[in-house]
């Protein structure tokens, strides 16, 4: 007879629980998150000067800093979390974190699970070669060549003419490379061209921020790289949300409007002079 | 000539002697001749390190940081091994039932885990319950898609307890079939019903032969952990893969992380040896 009475309690605690869940579900995202007063902000760790860890091990860089102050406008503290970058575009986030800022491309096939907002910044996409190589001395050179790239980005969508960006006009080049190698991030593609000429790559592409930072800082005293060419093309950078959550219409609104003041004030700007050294911010 | 005092205790043949004395001998110079070699094991990899040119200046400065996942580690870990002992005696004892539907739940479960890759389980943990929870919650189960998302550290913990249970659970159904019919029989002649069989005979000879693949599968484990960095947990090769790409320095940092998992294990290892000679020591003497 107890059991049953444990059993049913048990079953009453549980309906309980979930009709008081019933009713916080017709609340939407952004009354949601000002109501918890913490924004979670999904980043990729894994590139500098975007999002990268400082000399204290803390996260640093241009969309840390955006996302600190988009949460200051809204009036709520911010929370990182780091999972890996194909976790987020994956979509289907069920709430474990609310927004991507992690300067991300709004291509079509994203567009299928998540909400862009409008775009913050705009990168260029970038070729490098190696320091000592001589042979190569325009994009065209690069026929036939192996080059690195990393996976899931545009980038290596570019390189097999399937790259689709909502108004941007993408204009392919008209040579195919010999050899397409992927990486998880582009910061391994840059690490194995410096290794030498032609070792493993004889070309990578991946944003001009990040190939100048490795130049700038990395490899341990400045990679052994150079850039090659002008950008091949632009790529608008936006904050994201998660399609599947219900009711997001008015975070997204909220978002663009706090976007257009820091474009407005000079914010974007200013963050943009201090981590890449130049103005990747375009006239609105 | 009956009484055993007479017998002559200490005095031992010179020729027995002799022998005894040779054989301490090769033991010696044996352990001496491991240690060089270990030795000179150790210093030929620092010397590889070395030429290959590592930065060491840059893997001393990132150590305490990296080291500080230290904590997540052990953690799942502990939690992890834990969660598949439990799913490891359940599981032998369900494959082990007579019961057909506790028999056929426990070999579908080691079948199904162990045949798939446990990298896949993680993301299945991850990627696939909340929306399993969606479905629930379409099907008028309020709240469901709550219970169902579950965050990284947890999910990490379930997966590998999960997958490991799964191998586990072959190695307690081992060791239980191990011990002999004639302890049962004994054991029911006594009087005992099953349970106080299991608890009082099977489990407590079991667990000597279960122990040393158990440890094993912990070792194994430890290193598995980093599957949880994917779900962006700050653990010890979380740490070491993102330091070494903010500075496009991979290598220093993967060599760091895995000198450190490899120290975690020769302290795990030694450990394994202490509670190992602790279980046989009914059996095994060391004169």
């Known amino acids: 007879m107890r059991k049953h009475l444990t059993v049913g309690m048990m079953m009453l605690a549980l309906f309980t629980f979930c009709a008081a869940n019933a009713f916080a579900g017709g609340k939407s995202a952004l ?15 894994n590139y500098a ?7 204290k091990g803390e996260l640093e860089g241009f969309d840390i800093s955006v996302a600190k102050e988009v949460g200051k406008r809204l009036g709520v503290k911010v929370k990182f979390v780091t999972p890996d970058w194909d976790l987020i575009t994956a979509g289907k986030w069920g709430k474990r974190w609310d927004i991507s800022i992690g300067s991300m491309t709004p291509t079509k096939e994203r567009k299928k699970v998540l909400l862009f907002t409008m775009p913050y910044y705009s990168s260029p996409a970038q070729f490098a070669i190696h320091k000592a190589n001589t042979t190569i001395k325009k994009i065209n050179d690069l026929a036939g060549k192996t080059i690195g790239v990393a996976t899931e980005t545009t980038y290596e969508r570019y390189l097999n003419h399937n790259l689709q960006i909502e108004d941007v006009k993408i204009v392919y080049q008209d040579w195919k490379p010999g050899k397409l190698v992927t990486y998880p991030t582009d910061a391994n593609a840059i690490e194995d061209l410096s290794l030498g000429d032609g070792a493993r790559l004889d070309a990578i592409l991946s944003s001009r921020q990040t ?4 130049i700038r800082s990395g490899c341990g005293k400045g990679c052994p790289i150079k850039m090659l060419g002008d950008p091949p093309y632009y790529e608008p950078l936006c904050f994201a949300l998660d399609k599947t959550r219900p009711n997001s219409e008015s975070l997204l609104a909220e978002l663009n409007k706090i976007i257009r003041s820091m474009y407005d004030d000079g914010t974007l700007v200013k963050l943009s002079m201090k981590f890449f050294h130049t103005n990747m911010i375009p006239k609105l | 000539m009956n009484d055993p005092s007479e017998l002559p205790v200490n005095e031992i043949p010179p020729e027995a002697q002799a022998v005894l004395n040779s054989i301490e001998d090769t033991q010696t110079r044996f352990k001496r001749n491991l240690a060089f070699s270990l030795a000179g094991l150790v210093v030929f990899l620092f010397f590889v390190l070395y030429i290959i040119g590592l930065d060491f200046r840059f893997m001393a400065r990132w150590l305490g940081f990296i080291m500080g996942g230290m904590g997540y580690t052990l953690l799942v870990s502990v939690l992890a091994i834990t969660l598949a002992c439990i799913l490891a005696v359940l599981g032998a004892l369900g494959r082990l039932s007579r019961n057909p539907v506790i028999n056929s739940l426990a070999t579908a479960y080691v079948s199904l885990i162990r045949g798939t890759p446990l990298l896949v389980q993680v993301y299945m943990w991850y990627l696939a319950l909340p929306q399993v929870g969606q479905a629930l919650e379409r099907m008028g189960i309020a709240g469901a898609q ?18 490991y249970g799964a191998y586990m659970t072959e190695i307690v159904r081992a060791g239980m079939q191990s011990i002999g019919v004639g302890q049962r029989e004994a054991a029911k002649s ?5 349970s106080q069989m299991l608890r009082r005979i099977i489990f407590p000879q079991a ?4 122990i040393p693949p158990v440890s094993n599968e912990f070792i194994a484990m430890v290193k598995d952990s980093s599957l949880v960095s994917l779900m962006g947990v700050w653990e010890l090769s ?3 893969i993102k330091i070494g790409r903010r500075y496009f320095q991979s290598l220093e940092m993967l060599v760091l992380v895995a000198l450190i998992y490899w120290v975690m294990c020769i302290i795990l290892q030694s450990v394994q040896e202490r509670v190992e000679a602790h279980m046989a020591r009914g059996d095994r003497r060391t004169h």
């Open chain 2, 238 to 240: 979380y740490r070491a």
């Open chain 1, 31 to 45: 009354d949601e998150i000002k109501a918890a007063g913490v924004m979670v902000v999904s980043t990729d760790a």
């Open chain 1, 49 to 55: 000067p975007q999002s990268y860890l400082n000399e």
């Open chain 1, 211 to 214: 190939i100048a930072e490795a």
């Open chain 2, 146 to 163: 709550r219970w169902f998302t579950l965050p990284a550290l947890v999910a990490g913990i379930l997966a590998l307890g999960v997958c």
């Open chain 2, 190 to 194: 006594l009087g005992m019903n099953s």
């Open chain 2, 207 to 210: 667990l000597r032969v279960i």
